[in-house]
């Protein structure tokens, strides 16, 4: 089982960038497709971004696309999350998750392992 930890949310004015982390337990992560969803207060969790075992193919929500971007590193068992011009409606709990399966996809019920989440908060 592949345990997940996130890093790097916290409290940013709009316009500021972030970069969140996200650090596999296991060697096995390179077998595993990543992606990273948010969930804001009373919504329901959605798609942010996604990314290939291999690192070569990437796929966002349109609405992120530009400002957002994902990218990992296998020998460092790790996904990272940049987030670039940050609004107010980007604030949420952000989570990466794992997906065994072989389509690079954004579709919850599809990845098998979460982490904990980690807040960012965007304020004006």
């Known amino acids: 089982q592949v345990q997940l930890v996130e890093s790097g949310g916290g409290l940013v004015q709009a316009g500021a960038s972030l970069r969140l982390s996200c650090a596999a337990s296991?060697?096995?992560?390179?077998?595993?497709?990543m992606g990273w969803f948010r969930q804001a207060p009373g919504k329901e969790r959605e798609f942010v971004a996604a990314?290939?075992?291999?690192?070569?193919?990437?796929y966002y929500a349109d609405s992120l696309k530009g400002r957002f971007t994902i990218s990992r590193e296998n020998a460092k068992n790790t996904v990272y999350l940049q987030m670039n011009s940050l609004k107010l409606e980007d604030t949420a709990v952000y989570y990466c998750?794992?997906?065994?399966?072989?389509?690079?996809?954004?579709?919850?019920?599809?990845?098998?392992?979460w982490g904990q989440g980690t807040q960012v908060t965007v304020s004006s």
């Open positions: 998750a794992a997906d065994s399966s072989s389509r690079v996809g954004g579709v919850v019920d599809e990845y098998d392992y």
């Open positions: 296991e060697g096995s992560f390179r077998n595993y497709i």
């Open positions: 990314i290939s075992r291999s690192g070569l193919t990437t």
